[in-house]
């Protein structure tokens, strides 16, 4: 009786969407957890890269009124990248293992709601993502949601929450934290 009262609300499918995410996010933070988090190796070079960062951080400041500094500066500066470096090629196998999952899910999902509406955007998508967001579903409404664009933004922002909620964000000194790094406001 559960599952038939569910399947006949109106937004049913996409809140199915959206929960498999969740459940799919809160999966693969559990697998880098036992694959990365919970190491000693993982600990360590995050507290490198924290230490590093603060250091070069001072160092930058106090630069301005000692100016033969920068040979220093510049070793921090590649002790860190290497240290980055590092902890981007730990990471590596955790992320191949959760691509698995993603891509499976993803599969698995596709097949379900392959060519169904599962959601109305209440504006029509610039034309670059109405490729994505009306990517095999019949008609010429562009305000249709197919399951891959609601599945990625779910996936994008549940999981990136999620990091942040339970702790595992990159270190903030990490180059290339994340897809987007935003530019150190003390450069400018």
Request: some cysteine.
């Amino acid at each position: 009786m559960a599952s038939t009262l569910f399947s006949n609300l109106k937004y049913s499918d996409g809140l199915t969407i959206v929960g498999v995410s969740i459940c799919t996010a809160v999966i693969c933070e559990a697998i880098s957890w036992v694959l990365i988090y919970r190491t000693t190796s993982y600990n360590s070079l995050k507290s490198n890269i924290d230490k590093a960062s603060k250091k070069l951080e001072t160092m930058k400041t106090l630069e301005s009124k000692k100016p033969n500094k920068s040979k220093k500066i510049d070793r921090f500066e590649t002790s860190l990248k290497d240290s980055s470096r590092d902890l981007s090629l730990f990471k590596f196998k955790s992320g191949f293992v959760v691509a698995i999952v993603l891509f499976m899910v993803f599969a698995f999902l596709n097949s379900l709601f392959e060519g169904k509406v599962v959601a109305k955007l209440p504006f029509v998508p610039f034309r670059i993502v109405q490729k994505m967001s009306h990517r095999g579903l019949p008609g010429n409404d562009m305000t249709d949601c197919s399951m891959a664009f609601l599945y990625l933004l779910c996936s994008m922002s549940i999981r990136t929450n999620l990091q942040k909620f339970l702790g595992f964000s990159p270190p903030r000194g990490a180059a290339g934290a994340g897809l987007f790094p935003l530019p150190d406001p003390k450069t400018n």
